[in-house]
T-cell receptor, first 113, second 110 residues
Framework: DGGITQSPKYLFRKEGQNVTLSCEQNLNHDAMYWYRQDPGQGLRLIYYSQIVNDFQKGDIAEGYSVSREKKESFPLTVTSAQKNPTAFYLC????????????FGQGTRLTVV | GQSLEQPSEVTAVEGAIVQINCTYQTSGFYGLSWYQQHDGGAPTFLSYNALDGLEETGRFSSFLSRSDSYGYLLLQELQMKDSASYFCAIPSGNTGKLIFGQGTTLQVKP
């Protein structure tokens, strides 16, 4: 079945450690996105990629980094510079950049202690 | 920049009709999307309006007025399973972004 896979579903890390969240899609979509969601809040755009080997900062990119070496994969690294990393992270993809319909993974809930 | 505004919460009873409004500010408008997210789950796409008017998909309808920078999602014959958060979103064809509103939590009561 085609879709987006995020792993792991739950992740715990100590403060000061970098952590990488995985996002893989087999939909052959060009565009991929990372969002952060805090309790009771909307989805805030962290980074997005329109094509392989290219990505742009979203609205809250500070303390995060990404790579897009393969069309299928768009990993997100939460660095120690991110002051409040505990959140629910969602990865999405769309056929082309900026398309109305995006497909989301099940999310990774990151807790930093 | 781009911004969207939605009410934070709406409550309705089973079988009723509810309307969730969304106003937006953006340059280069391409249309308004709606997504549903159950607690702890992944958002799922519901509808998209590129032109003014009403789009109907089963119990759900979405409306857009480009001149008023306004849209709404209409849910009819509410069911308990409709309890979820609903987000409006602006796709931006020229920048590649997809920006979401803060979301409206709908609680359906028996």
């Amino acid at each position: 079945d085609g879709g987006i896979t995020q792993s792991p579903k739950y992740l715990f890390r100590k403060e000061g450690q970098n952590v990488t969240l995985s996002c893989e899609q087999n939909l052959n979509h060009d565009a991929m996105y990372w969002y952060r969601q805090d309790p009771g809040q909307g989805l805030r755009l962290i980074y997005y990629s329109q094509i392989v080997n290219d990505f742009q900062k979203g609205d809250i990119a500070e303390g995060y980094s990404v790579s897009r070496e393969k069309k299928e994969s768009f990993p997100l690294t939460v660095t120690s510079a991110q002051k409040n990393p505990t959140a629910f992270y969602l990865c999405a993809s769309s056929i082309v950049p900026g398309m109305a319909e995006a497909f989301f993974g099940q999310g990774t809930r990151l807790t930093v202690v | 920049g781009q911004s969207l505004e939605q009410p934070s919460e709406v409550t309705a009873v089973e079988g009723a009709i509810v309307q969730i409004n969304c106003t937006y500010q953006t340059s280069g408008f391409y249309g308004l999307s709606w997504y549903q997210q159950h607690d702890g789950g992944a958002p799922t796409f519901l509808s998209y309006n590129a032109l003014d008017g009403l789009e109907e998909t089963g119990r759900f309808s979405s409306f857009l007025s480009r001149s008023d920078s306004y849209g709404y999602l209409l849910l009819q014959e509410l069911q308990m399973k409709d309890s979820a958060s609903y987000f409006c979103a602006i796709p931006s064809g020229n920048t590649g972004k997809l920006i979401f509103g803060q979301g409206t939590t709908l609680q359906v009561k028996p």
